[in-house]
């Protein structure tokens, strides 16, 4: 017979990204004649999420899979989830650490480790020396944080003789980015590399620098491969990224959800791999689309 | 005599209240990072304000004609989208004018909204501004756009372009800036819109049509969204679906900045202008100076009262209010 | 009820109850009250403040700011053995904070003379700019699962954040029904040089509507953070948008002098009816968008229709 | 007077100037104990400024108040009202939302436990209030849902609930029946019995000189004189004030009628007014006369394309048209001078030559722009026309006194060269002077050939102007009469509703 997951997702309709996950879920829940869905998205709205929860609780789903506005607001939701039996599957980002004992597993990509590869990319790129800055998602986002959080520590460990000159944010938004840029390129005189908190906002940041005459030489790395950033990896002006496919997002969180349904034994941290990607190895990869 | 001016409260001095607010600041500013009255950096900060500019231009009128636009946020990010999608699939030379054209269509829904059937207008634009957010992911299914041909598109322009050493979004804010400026101060429709904004109702017994100056203020708020969305579009080479988010309050914050009463009736175009350029300074000096982006968001808050204060102040010609 | 938007609030209740299974449910009740509380309170000073002739856009930002608070000074070094009772001085804190915030507000207002709408705008900006210096742009959680079990609790039937809720739309109903402040507010909105000439200080008299809702603001935030069991520095974006619209679509006029609490409750309902049923219904997010955007232009056209007595037969 | 007894108020050499204007320059007033003390002066003379010093609603830059021989600050009204000063004021001070009895007891609500109102103290004295003014209304009533006259009278009820010492009354007749009027004075006569000073500001010469016991002249802020009423004439004070006689004849000259140029045909529009059928000739003026409510406003806003009739016909220089809003009527050369000038006649953040050539902005344009020349001379045109009192074009008509901002708003519509110009309530709070140039005025452009309509309330000014005059009575027409043949008898008789030929 047939079950009843609901998810409630971040906010669709901010970036392609979620949209993509949207349809590349609702898809795989179609191809899967058991399986039937309940599509919610909280608009970034921590309440409007919990009142989703809740709601989604009262219609008494099979399953819950959640994307958290925030890591920490959801635990009592999820809490309440788990104490009236349904099991839940965080995706995406993760749950804070109070929540984990009540959730049924954790599904997506490692958003500290993206971190990491771009502070090693970057390190590569500059041979381990320079001056960078960094330009941020929306502040006070777990994506943001942890991303933020994963590059600033893994920089300082490798190559402590990359200084970061500022970080500022750009909110995930491209043109925001762009003069936030503009204003470091006057403020400074020697800018090396710049790391963005995704591709978005990356190739805002390499706008401003070509306006400014002054891309030549300078590293761009991003995260979330967008296929604006591919496409100016393609003709050598933006450095690397770390390449997250919103498909494989999608899947594997139905996927945890469906085996923790059928009482398989699932890990409690499911990462699906995110791999670099720079211009060297871009080839092995599909264009994103979106 | 010099105070008998400064309590004259003629529109001479009424000026000054802004005015004495953006130099101060400026003063300000200036000493606290070098790198911040350089040509490059006030060149810089011009091009960076000429989105919220143009748009506050078009909200300005929409204020002095006594009535509030929040929808502007959202009609941005319809008409970026749009125009940006269309560059690819039909051309930039037929994608503007459709943009313009659908642009204007949102604005007369709220002119019509407010000016013919007399809706109240601040929740009508943030009805519109819910409704127009929902649009654009429709029409994009929450896809970003992007034009492919980024190099070779002669609509990069209006965001890149430049002629004798100014950038194109400095020439079009400027020039915009100026043309409505000499409408509001000295055409026929700008006295309407001021007689209209400072009482409706002595407008109509003087056979003033009410109805329509207000709606063409919509039109022409609108028209504005539509020239930032070609600048936006053209400087990014792509958009988001929620591009003008937020933008509604910074395009308010610099028009109030700019001392035009939410009455309707009063204010200045030129004003405006000071208030978008120190919003864009606030946030561009802050950044040279280092400081962590939430202070922008203090200074910000202080700037406007301050300001804000002076100018009623000069208005009234003393500095506290006379509220017992 | 004379108020229009209560037919409204029941004709999207019988609406939902035909076409979604899982509406017409006293547990779905339950929520809806609770997720309308959060709004709801601070609507209930957004009433005063808008009869008054003011505004205040930045009760978003004071709710983060109190929530983060509550949330925060729980850990607290000075209150570490104090058990569950931590709690206690953790909400006294916040809720002062909101007041605060709310006397900061309606200082300016009343010794600058700016209008209420700038003053709070400018407010909306900086009071976030707090949240985050304090909270350092991370989100803030209880250790005690006390403080999160707490929105659990139920009185009767009825959870308690409900309880709490429709307690303060009570008391705020009395106060502006039947106390000389609140005739007062209704009088300072009315016209305001009457109420001058008449002698009401204007000014202390707006600072305290400020402070109501400053206090409720920061209520709310208390409430959300329970339910949350943490405090986010994005809470509350928006919301004074939803508030106001709840409050207009309740009858109170943008202008001052008139509206009421009865209104203001069917405006809130009618909000977070739309929103539940939505959700039940499973509508695609972008059409909400859309949807209640319409239905907020829908509303006040049928309100202007059924209204319509200001012009006196007058073509204006 | 008694030269022993110490006055209840008296102020001493007041001086309050604003930007540009010095409205108060060391005057002195002083009022007795049951007293009615006349303050009269030109439009702009100082008469409100200096009550609203005295209310404590301005501070003085010079001089002294002194309550019961001792000198006082006061800051607010409050205070004044705790001094016993009370202040009716010009414009009506009523929040409209609220109910009768709470705005006379507004800032002073009886109260129980918890701040809350004790309502049924409320209603009680303030119904006691109202039947002393025999008032036909309840305190419960909510003041946006009466007349403007009861709204009058809600705001004259406020002095009775203090002891007060003085009462100010700042003309409180502009909006007033006669039949209210003679309750107003009853409880003037009252309040003076009791010992109470009076302070009685007017423009009505008739009330001025029934009511008062001296007349303190004002002009241009400064002090002219103070009279005992019963030992001069009208045309003394009118002296004082203007410093000239007036000649109050009615120009006898028989104009020379032209064609008809406006026809009302049986114009209906229920239930304010009914079967409306008249006419106006090129170079006649016609009066309509009734009492406030009679349904004239209602008429005028019709011709103006204000309000749509159900039925009926109207007629310019013999053919039928349309007229479907205020643009058609300007087209037609229609003018109308509203009635109530703030909400209706003025921008009132504008400054005054704007607001006067507002209906014809777009006709000054040279090219896509105003011509500020052509503006500046139509301004200047009628501001000496009009002896527009203002220190430039530039002051904005907020803080012009009542008739000059009436004076600007019929400028507005003169300047635009009408061919019937119907003027509502034209002299409504206007001084004496002014009064009479306004009635020549609207003869002599009767004279060159415009049809004018004016609507007063007012018989001694529709007598001295019209050429004919229209009575209504509840939204009908109940008699014409010609200027010779009309007597005060006969028209109070029409506007009660008393029919023609009963009277015969
Ligand atoms: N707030 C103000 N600012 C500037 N000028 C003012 C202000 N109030 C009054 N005036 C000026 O002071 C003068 C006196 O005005 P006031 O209202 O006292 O006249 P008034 O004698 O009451 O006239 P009226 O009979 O028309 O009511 C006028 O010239 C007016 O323009
Ligand atoms: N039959 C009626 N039903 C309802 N309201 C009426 C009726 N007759 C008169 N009124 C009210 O009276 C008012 C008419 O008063 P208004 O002052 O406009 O008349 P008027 O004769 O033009 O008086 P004036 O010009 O002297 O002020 C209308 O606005 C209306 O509210
Ligand atoms: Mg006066
Ligand atoms: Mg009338």
């Known amino acids: ?290 | 005599m010099l105070l008998n001016r400064l309590k004259a409260g003629g529109p001479a001095i009424a000026k000054q209240g802004i005015l004495v607010a953006f130099i101060l600041f400026m003063i300000v500013f200036s000493f606290m990072s070098d790198r911040f009255l350089t040509p490059d950096n006030i060149m810089s900060v011009f091009r960076q304000s000429a989105i919220i500019g143009v748009m506050a231009l078009g909200v300005t009128i929409v204020v002095i004609g006594g009535n509030l636009d929040l929808s502007v946020g959202s009609m941005l990010s319809f008409a970026t989208v749009l125009v940006v999608d269309l560059h690819d699939k039909v051309g930039p030379e037929l994608a503007i004018p459709i943009m313009v054209l659908a642009t204007l269509c949102l604005g007369a829904i709220n002119g019509f909204l407010i000016g013919i059937l007399r809706l109240n207008s601040l929740i009508v634009t943030l009805g519109m501004l819910s409704a127009i957010q929902g649009l654009v992911l429709i029409y994009s299914g929450g896809q970003n756009v992007d034009i492919v041909d980024q190099r070779g598109t002669w609509f990069a322009i209006f965001g890149r372009g430049s002629v004798l050493g100014i950038a194109a979004p400095i020439i079009i804010f400027g020039l915009l800036a100026i043309l409505f400026h000499v409408i509001m101060t000295t055409t026929p429709f700008g006295r309407k819109v001021y007689a209209v904004g400072g009482n409706p109702t002595a407008s109509v017994f003087s056979g003033i049509p009410r109805s329509r100056i207000v709606f063409t203020t919509y039109l022409i708020s609108a028209l504005c969204v539509a020239v930032a969305a070609i600048i936006l579009g053209s400087r990014v080479m792509g958009s988001q679906n929620n591009v003008g988010q937020g933008y509604e309050l910074q395009v308010l914050a610099a028009v109030i900045l700019g001392g035009t009463s939410l009455l309707g009736g009063a204010g200045s175009i030129l004003k405006t202008v000071l208030g978008v350029l120190m919003l864009a300074f606030i946030q561009n000096g802050l950044i040279l100076m280092g400081q962590p982006y939430y202070t922008q968001w203090l200074v910000t808050w202080v700037v406007i009262i301050v300001a804000v204060w002076l100018d009623v102040a000069a208005k009234r010609g003393r500095l506290f209010s006379p509220i017992a | ?316 | 007077m008694n030269e022993k007894l110490e006055p209840a108020l008296r102020l001493k050499g007041i001086v309050k100037t604003f930007p540009g204007v010095r409205a108060l320059d060391g005057v002195d007033f002083e009022v007795m104990p049951g007293e009615v003390h006349a303050l009269l002066g030109e439009n702009g003379a100082g008469k409100s400024t200096l009550m609203k010093v005295l209310a404590g609603m301005y501070q003085p830059d010079e001089g002294q108040i002194i309550i019961a021989g001792q000198p006082v600050r006061m800051t607010t009204p409050i205070e004044a009202k705790a001094q016993g000063v009370v202040l009716i004021h010009q414009e009506l001070s009523l929040v409209p939302e609220m109910s009768a009895a709470e705005n006379i007891y507004l800032g002073e609500l009886p109260l129980k436990s918890f701040g809350r109102v004790d309502w049924t103290t409320l209603y009680e004295r303030s119904n006691a209030i109202l039947e002393r003014l025999n008032c036909n209304f309840r305190g419960e009533v909510t003041v946006v849902n009466l007349s403007i006259a009861n709204q009058q009278m809600v705001e004259i009820a406020r002095a009775l609930t203090v002891d007060a010492r003085v009462v100010v009354f700042d003309e409180p007749t502009a909006s007033l029946t006669d039949a209210e009027k003679v309750v107003l004075f009853e409880i003037i006569n009252d309040l003076k019995a009791r010992g109470v000073g009076i302070v009685y500001i007017s423009h009505r010469m008739d009330e001025i000189f029934t009511l008062s016991d001296r007349i303190t002249v004002l002009r241009d802020g400064s002090y002219r004189g103070t009279l005992t009423t019963a030992d001069t004439n009208e045309d003394e004070v009118t002296r004082l004030m203007i410093g000239r006689s007036l000649d109050l004849s009615r120009d006898t000259a028989t104009p020379t009628l032209g064609e008809t140029v406006l026809e009302v045909r049986n114009l209906t529009c229920a239930p304010l007014y009914r079967d409306i059928s008249f006419s106006v000739r090129a170079g006649e003026v016609v009066g309509f006369y009734g009492l406030v409510g009679a349904g004239r406003t209602e008429i005028a806003e019709t011709l103006f394309g204000l309000r749509s009739a159900d039925s009926g016909e109207i007629l310019i220089d013999g053919e039928k048209v349309q007229i479907g809003s205020p643009p058609d009527a300007i087209a037609l050369g229609i003018s109308l001078v509203p009635e109530n000038r703030k909400e209706q006649g003025l921008v009132l953040s504008m400054n005054c030559r704007d607001n006067m050539t507002l209906p014809q902005v777009q006709n000054l344009a040279s090219g896509p722009f105003v011509s500020s020349s052509a503006e500046n001379e139509i301004f200047d045109k009628y501001r000496e026309k009009l002896e527009i009192k203002t220190p430039s074009w530039r002051q904005t008509v907020r803080v012009l006194s009542g008739g000059n901002q009436q004076k600007i708003v019929i400028g507005k519509w003169l300047s635009m060269q009408p061919r019937v110009l119907i003027v509502d309530e034209p002299t409504r709070g206007i001084d004496v002077g002014s009064k009479s140039e306004i009635h020549a005025l609207l003869r002599a452009l009767a004279a060159q050939g415009y049809a004018v309509i004016v609507i007063s309330s007012e018989m001694p000014e529709v007598l001295r102007v019209s050429d004919r005059i229209v009575a209504m009575y509840n939204g009908r027409i109940m008699r014409e009469f010609t200027a010779d043949l009309v007597t005060e008898d006969s028209l109070v008789q029409a506007i009660s509703g008393i029919k023609a030929t009963e009277v015969a």
Not at chain 1, 74 to 95: C, D, E, K, Q, Y
Not at chain 1, 113 to 136: F, K, N, P, R
Not at chain 3, 178 to 205: D, F, K, Q, S
């Open chain 1, 1 to 290: 017979d047939t079950v009843r997951i609901g998810i409630t997702q971040n906010n669709v309709g901010i970036d392609s990204y979620q949209t993509t996950y949207e349809r590349a879920f609702i898809a795989a829940a179609e191809a899967n004649p058991d399986v039937e869905v309940i599509v919610l998205d909280a608009g970034g709205d921590v309440a409007r999420q919990i009142s989703q929860m809740q709601d989604l609780i009262q219609q008494q789903v099979d399953a819950i899979i959640i994307w958290p506005t925030d890591g920490q607001a959801l635990v009592p939701a999820v809490r309440n989830a788990h104490n009236a039996g349904i099991p839940v599957v965080v995706t995406n980002s993760n749950i804070a650490e109070a929540g984990m004992d009540f959730i049924a597993a954790f599904s997506g990509p490692n958003n500290i480790q993206q971190g990491i590869y771009s502070a090693e990319m970057m390190c590569d790129a500059l041979g381990g020396e320079g001056q960078i800055v960094q330009i941020t998602g929306m502040p006070g986002y777990t994506t943001a944080i942890e991303r933020q959080q994963g590059f600033d520590e893994r920089l300082a460990e490798m190559c402590p003789d990359v200084t970061q000159l500022d970080i500022q944010p750009g909110d995930w938004n491209r043109e925001r980015a762009q003069r936030t840029m503009e204003t470091f390129l006057t403020r400074f005189d020697t800018i090396d590399g710049v790391y963005s908190g995704d591709d978005n906002m990356g190739v805002g940041a390499l706008n401003a620098a070509i306006d400014a005459g002054r891309a030549e030489g300078m590293v761009f790395i991003g995260a979330t491969n967008f296929a604006v950033g591919y496409d100016a990896m393609a003709r050598g002006e933006y450095w690397g990224s770390v390449y997250q496919s919103p498909v494989d997002d999608a899947e594997a969180a139905l996927q945890t959800a469906l085996d923790v349904l059928a009482g398989e034994d699932v890990p409690k941290l499911n990462y699906f791999d995110t791999p670099k990607i720079t211009q060297e190895n871009m080839d092995e990869f599909d264009r994103p689309v979106f």
């Open chain 3, 1 to 316: 009820m004379r108020n229009p938007i209560w037919g409204f609030v029941l004709l999207v209740f019988i609406f939902f109850s035909l076409m979604s299974d899982h509406f017409f449910d006293y547990r779905n009740f339950q929520n809806i009250l609770v997720q309308t509380s959060t709004i709801g309170l601070i609507a209930l000073g957004m009433t005063l403040v808008m009869i008054n002739g003011n505004i205040d856009l930045s009760v978003g930002a004071t709710l983060a700011l109190a929530a983060a608070f509550a949330v925060d000074v729980q850990s607290w070094a000075m209150f570490a053995t104090w058990g569950n009772w931590q709690i206690l001085p953790a909400v006294c804190l916040a809720l002062l904070v909101g007041l605060l915030m709310g006397a900061i507000n309606g200082f300016i207002v009343w010794k600058t003379g700016v209008d209420a709408f700038i003053v709070t705008l400018g407010a909306m900006l900086g009071i976030r700019g707090l949240v985050f210096v304090y909270t350092g742009e991370s989100s803030f959680y209880a250790m005690n699962f006390a403080y999160s079990d707490f929105s659990a609790l139920s009185v009767g039937p009825l959870p308690v954040l409900a309880v709490i809720f429709l307690v303060c739309t009570l008391i705020v109903h009395l106060v502006l029904s039947r106390t000389v402040h609140g005739r007062n507010t209704y009088a300072v909105g009315g016209n305001r040089e009457a109420a001058v000439n008449a002698g009401i200080r204007v000014g202390p008299h707006m600072m305290v509507n400020f402070m109501i809702i400053g206090f409720l603001a920061a209520l709310s935030g208390v409430l959300l953070s329970t339910q949350m069991g943490a405090a986010t520095p994005n809470l509350g974006r928006d919301y004074e948008l939803w508030v106001i619209t709840a409050v207009v679509l309740g009858g109170t006029k943008l202008t001052g002098g008139k509206g009421d609490i009865i209104g203001t409750l069917g405006g809130v309902l009618a909000i977070g009816i739309l929103r539940n049923g939505m959700n039940l219904m499973q509508v695609p997010a972008f059409y909400v968008y859309v949807i209640l955007g319409s239905i907020l232009i829908a509303v006040l056209f049928l309100d202007k229709r059924f209204n319509r007595t200001e012009d006196g037969g007058l073509r204006l």
